[in-house]
T-cell receptor, first 111, second 114 residues
Framework: AQRVTQPEKLLSVFKGAPVELKCNYSYSGSPELFWYVQYSRQRLQLLLRHISRESIKGFTADLNKGETSFHLKKPFAQEEDSAMYYCALLNYGGATNKLIFGTGTLLAVQP | DAGVIQSPRHEVTEMGQEVTLRCKPISGHNSLFWYRQTMMRGLELLIYFNNNVPIDDSGMPEDRFSAKMPNASFSTLKIQPSEPRDSAVYFC????????????FGEGSRLTVL
């Protein structure tokens, strides 16, 4: 079954430390993966998608098909990165394409 | 554009009462999604519409939940009768073409059922 797993509910780091938010997926086809972010009192919004191979706000994510992972990384965390992060998988089902989210990881960056 | 608009932002009701949540998608978007967010289960897709037609309602918990989209600019999610376990944040999102995975979310409706 298609599934997204985020093993950490909470990740606490100090400002300037590296960050890695883990995401593993289960999908039978070629996956299309995304990271969404929800800052305090703001809407859930798209952060980045793997097909774009982009870096947004210093974050990058590499798809590793061998390990079925799509971890989100940033070399130096900032306090403003504190937010809830969701990994998501686009499940192609013919007429029923839909986005499946993980349970989310709360990133807390301490000063 | 003000983005996806949801109402009410907060709803507190008693068990057994009917709850109606409303959503106005972004103009021009042809797909609309209802998600439920809880601490334990994260974001769960309840139902989604494409061109006002329900495409996949497999995530709707049970018959107490129903959703409609009478036109391209309005959708409702109704719970009748409500139960305490329905307490959650309900998000509406819209997109232009579900295939691309870029959803635009509303601010959510926080429901508390006592």
């Amino acid at each position: 079954a298609q599934r997204v797993t985020q093993p950490e509910k909470l990740l606490s780091v100090f400002k300037g430390a590296p960050v890695e938010l883990k995401c593993n997926y289960s999908y039978s086809g070629s996956p299309e993966l995304f990271w969404y972010v929800q800052y305090s009192r703001q809407r859930l919004q798209l952060l980045l998608r793997h097909i774009s191979r982009e870096s947004i706000k210093g974050f990058t994510a590499d798809l590793n098909k061998g390990e079925t992972s799509f971890h989100l990384k940033k070399p130096f965390a900032q306090e403003e990165d504190s937010a809830m992060y969701y990994c998501a998988l686009l499940n192609y089902g013919g007429a029923t394409n839909k986005l499946i989210f993980g349970t989310g990881t709360l990133l807390a960056v301490q000063p | 554009d003000a983005g996806v608009i949801q109402s009410p932002r907060h709803e507190v009701t008693e068990m057994g009462q009917e709850v109606t949540l409303r959503c106005k998608p972004i103009s021009g978007h042809n797909s609309l999604f209802w998600y439920r967010q809880t601490m334990m289960r994260g974001l769960e897709l309840l139902i989604y519409f494409n061109n006002n037609v329900p495409i996949d309602d497999s995530g709707m918990p049970e018959d107490r939940f129903s959703a409609k989209m009478p036109n391209a600019s309005f959708s409702t999610l109704k719970i009748q009768p409500s139960e305490p376990r329905d307490s959650a944040v309900y998000f509406c999102a819209s997109s232009f073409g579900a295939r691309f995975g870029e959803l635009f979310f509303g601010e959510g409706s926080r429901l508390t059922v006592l």
